[in-house]
């Protein structure tokens, strides 16, 4: 499967932003879907992860209540909606998509391990200004 992201852009604190991630090729609907960010100088982190179905989502602790990870299966794609936005969101943010492991089991993955997912798109950077 391949994944494209797109969405990002500059914006103000408080603004809010919607990433979307698209797949092409294998069965989009078998795949968990999860965002990451990495920040400059940072360790790529776990941001929201979602079943195949939508029914079971998983978020960074201190992230929820902000932000919003669905999916639309129709469409191949995956969506972040990101509210109140603050300087510290300042990330690339990266989808990616596993057959194997659940929402919860990816948050809980080293960062060194991370390339064990089965596919990764390539990144849309999201600046918030202060």
């Known amino acids: 499967v391949q994944l494209q992201a797109s969405g990002g852009g500059l914006v103000q604190t408080g603004d809010s932003l919607r990433l979307s991630c698209t797949t092409s090729g294998r069965a989009f609907s078998s795949f968990v879907m999860a965002w990451f960010r990495q920040a400059p100088g940072k360790e790529r982190e776990f941001v929201a992860g979602i079943t195949w179905s939508g029914g079971i989502t998983h978020y960074a602790d201190s992230l929820k209540g902000r932000f919003t990870i669905t999916r639309d299966n129709a469409k191949n794609t995956v969506y972040l909606q990101m509210n109140s936005l603050k300087p510290e969101d300042t990330a690339l943010y990266y989808c990616?998509?596993?057959?194997?492991?659940?929402?919860?089991?990816?948050?809980?993955?080293?960062?060194?391990?991370?390339?064990?997912?089965?596919?990764w798109g390539q990144g849309t950077l999201v600046t918030v200004s202060s």
């Open positions: 990616a998509a596993d057959q194997h492991r659940a929402p919860l089991t990816i948050a809980a993955m080293e960062p060194r391990n991370l390339n064990d997912l089965d596919a």
